[in-house]
């Protein structure tokens, strides 16, 4: 089946730790997507991408960071820079000539 | 801030009844996107509808849009159940170009009772 697959569902993070989510897709969309939710809030980005080897700052890219080697794979890591990182993330790609966002079904991030 | 603004941040109805929930934006438009959110779930898209057109239809989903009032609404109609669920605008500004980034809205939660 096409979609956007993301992994782990569910992680924990130690004070100081790195960690990376991964996020992979089938759909052959050039562009894709970081987003942040905060419990009862909306969508903020984080990064994003158009093309495979680069990618842009959304507006809180602070604490992570994120590489685009391949077109299917848009892996985010959550640094131990990110004060505040427990949140649910969501990736989403997009078709070059496509206006509609898909979205993969989330990662759950919680520091312990 | 160009964030949407949704309206009311909760609704509950009964099964049967028609659901409304509208948008408020500050910037100018490419598009306005509604999607869906069960709890703990990603995101579901629902319609997009551009800034030359007033009006679309889903199934029992009709969304209009207002570039004047900068606002939009989504209307479910002879809701279920399953329609328990939040509900976010998302709009893609004219000054994101081509990038698609969308701005979201803090979303209409909505309870469907039997």
């Known amino acids: 089946d096409g979609g956007i697959t993301q992994s782990p569902k569910y992680l924990f993070r130690k004070e100081g730790q790195n960690v990376t989510l991964s996020c992979e897709q089938n759909?052959?969309?050039?562009?894709m997507y970081w987003y942040r939710q905060d419990p009862g809030q909306g969508l903020r980005l984080i990064y994003y991408?158009?093309?495979?080897?680069?990618?842009q700052k959304g507006d809180i890219a602070e604490g992570y960071s994120v590489s685009r080697e391949k077109k299917e794979s848009f892996p985010l890591t959550v640094t131990s820079a990110q004060k505040n990182p427990t949140a649910f993330y969501l990736c989403?790609?997009?078709?070059?000539?496509?206006?509609?966002?898909?979205f993969g079904e989330g990662s759950w991030l919680t520091v312990v | 801030s160009q964030q949407g603004e949704e309206d009311p941040q909760a609704l509950s109805i009964q099964e049967g009844e028609n659901a409304t929930m509208n948008c408020s934006y500050k910037?100018?438009?490419?598009?306005l996107q509604w999607y869906r959110q069960n709890s703990g779930r990603g995101l579901v898209h629902l319609i997009l509808?551009?800034?030359?057109?007033r009006e679309k239809h889903s199934g029992r989903l009709r969304v209009t849009l207002d570039t004047s009032k900068k606002s939009s609404s989504l209307l479910i109609t002879a809701s279920r159940a399953a329609d328990t669920a939040s509900y976010f605008c998302?709009?893609?500004?004219?000054?994101?170009?081509?990038?698609?980034?969308?701005?979201f809205g803090q979303g209409t939660t909505l309870q469907v009772k039997p």
């Open positions: 989403a790609s997009r078709s070059g000539n496509g206006d509609t966002i898909y």
């Open positions: 759909l052959n969309h050039d562009a």
């Open positions: 991408s158009q093309i495979v080897n680069d990618f």
């Open positions: 910037t100018s438009i490419n598009n």
């Open positions: 509808i551009r800034s030359n057109e």
């Open positions: 998302a709009l893609q500004s004219v000054g994101s170009g081509n990038t698609g980034k969308l701005i």
